[in-house]
């Protein structure tokens, strides 16, 4: 068995073939995709900067072993062990109460409250009214700021709203 390995992902070997690569490819594309599956669907669903950073380092591990850069085997139980540190992390920020969640997933920023702009806000957070336009024109409900009533940038980076009420009835 450890010959195949060898020949086929060139274990041992300073250098790599086409060949060798390609399979390596193949066999990290399947081991990532079980490690992911491993994880939870949180992973790569959501784009808090938790998940983000997962992310770019998963695909800088995992690129080494393709290529040869870092020894196959421990290179991909790196990756298992990123994948397992997110989910421990992950259950950690859910069950504590003393702001790890917020700390590890961040938390939303109130943009907009009661129809008024909250303008230290939205600077220190970078967002433009254009930005709430663009978030108004997304949702289809509205184009005009004034309809707002609440307006939220989530851990995501994405802009919620909530229009306001008009004849007892949401927006």
Same mark, same amino acid.
């Given at each position: 068995?450890?010959?195949?390995?060898?020949?086929?992902?060139?274990?041992?070997?300073?250098?790599?073939?086409?060949?060798?690569?390609?399979?390596?490819?193949?066999?990290?594309?399947?081991?990532?995709?079980?490690?992911?599956?491993?994880?939870?669907?949180?992973? *790569?669903? %959501?784009?808090?900067?938790?998940?983000? #950073?997962? +992310?770019?380092?998963?695909?800088?591990?995992?690129? $080494? /072993?393709?290529?040869?850069?870092?020894p196959f085997w421990p290179t991909l139980?790196?990756?298992?062990?990123?994948?397992?540190?997110?989910?421990?992390?992950?259950?950690?920020?859910?069950?504590?109460s003393f702001g790890f969640g917020d *700390?590890? %997933?961040?938390?939303?920023?109130?943009? #907009?409250? +009661?129809?008024?702009?909250?303008?230290?806000?939205? $600077? /220190?957070?970078?967002?433009?009214?254009?930005?709430?336009?663009?978030?108004?024109?997304?949702?289809?409900?509205?184009?005009?700021?004034?309809?707002?009533?609440?307006?939220?940038?989530?851990?995501?980076?994405?802009?919620?709203?909530?229009? %306001?009420?008009?004849?007892?009835?949401?927006?």
């Open positions: 068995m450890q010959e195949f390995f060898e020949t086929v992902f060139g274990i041992d070997n300073q250098t790599l073939t086409w060949w060798q690569m390609s399979a390596r490819a193949v066999a990290v594309f399947f081991a990532a995709l079980l490690i992911v599956r491993f994880g939870s669907r949180r992973i *790569f669903g %959501k784009n808090t900067a938790f998940d983000i #950073v997962l +992310g770019i380092i998963y695909g800088s591990v995992l690129s $080494r /072993a393709i290529t040869g850069n870092s139980a790196a990756a298992l062990t990123l994948v397992v540190l997110h989910k421990a992390l992950a259950v950690l920020a859910y069950h504590t *700390f590890i %997933k961040g938390q939303p920023q109130v943009l #907009v409250k +009661g129809g008024e702009l909250q303008e230290d806000v939205l $600077r /220190a957070n970078s967002v433009t009214k254009q930005d709430l336009l663009e978030a108004l024109r997304s949702s289809g409900s509205a184009t005009d700021l004034s309809k707002l009533d609440e307006a939220y940038l989530e851990r995501s980076g994405k802009i919620s709203i909530i229009l %306001k009420k008009e004849d007892g009835k949401e927006g």
